[in-house]
């Protein structure tokens, strides 16, 4: 299966700051997904990344919080912006192949 | 709007026991059903994925079964090993095709005691 690496992998911000994790898959894929994990809660899906086309935002999500980018088939990025410490959690990509869905390592962050 | 849980939330036991873990889910409309690992600071591992028209799946030491009726599913491990430690999640696909939306349980954390 495809390898999945996120940067950075942990991070620690101030409040009011903006943080763009990188997500690079080792193949092409055509739907990219973001995820978060907040503390002690299940995985939520953010939005939906696919190549030439703007992201689909889940409710409670919007653009201007989660600026997402796709430029090509192998990478996307995901940027929190104006951060608070509600916004502290881990943040995943994903992709699907053959109907199995992948999860890079995830990028945790700490916003004080 | 579909609710997936998970029981018990956390779970211990010596080496070498046969566990099973629980997931629940309130829509029966799903496309697939997949069991997901994850250690301590690291992603999701997938560990199988089930199909709606299948009843279960194997891989080595895991068996996992899908009740779509019932809304049910298992993750069976034999012979547990303290390598097995870890959260283990899973999630459901709901069954439009257009839709790749998982929703997740918040886990089962399993602690496998030498």
């Known amino acids: 299966s495809a390898v999945i690496s996120q940067k950075p992998s942990r991070d620690i911000c101030q409040r009011g700051t903006s943080l763009t994790i990188q997500c690079q898959v080792d193949s092409q894929v055509t739907m990219m997904f973001w995820y978060r994990q907040q503390p002690g809660q299940s995985l939520t899906l953010i939005a939906t990344?696919?190549?030439?086309?703007?992201?689909?935002?889940e409710s409670g999500f919007v653009i201007d919080k989660f600026p997402i980018s796709r430029p090509n088939l192998t990478f996307s990025t995901l940027t929190v912006s104006n951060m608070s410490p509600e916004d502290s959690s881990i943040y995943l990509c994903s992709f699907i192949n053959q109907e199995t869905q992948y999860f890079g390592p995830g990028t945790r962050l700490l916003v004080l | 709007k579909q609710e997936v849980t998970q029981i018990p939330a956390a779970l211990s036991v010596p080496e070498g026991e046969n566990l099973v873990l629980n997931c629940s889910f309130t829509d029966s409309a799903i496309y697939n059903l997949q069991w997901f690992r994850q250690d301590p600071g690291k992603g999701l591992t997938s560990l199988l994925l089930?199909?709606?028209?299948?009843r279960e799946q194997t891989s080595g030491r895991l068996n996992a079964s899908l009740d779509k009726s019932s809304g049910r599913s298992t993750l069976y491990i034999a012979a547990s090993q303290p390598g097995d430690s870890a959260t283990y999640l899973c999630a459901v696909r709901p069954r439009a095709s257009s839709n790749y939306k998982l929703t997740f349980g918040k886990g089962t954390l399993l602690t496998v005691n030498p």
């Open positions: 990344a696919n190549q030439g086309s703007e992201a689909t935002y």
């Open positions: 089930i199909q709606s028209s299948q």
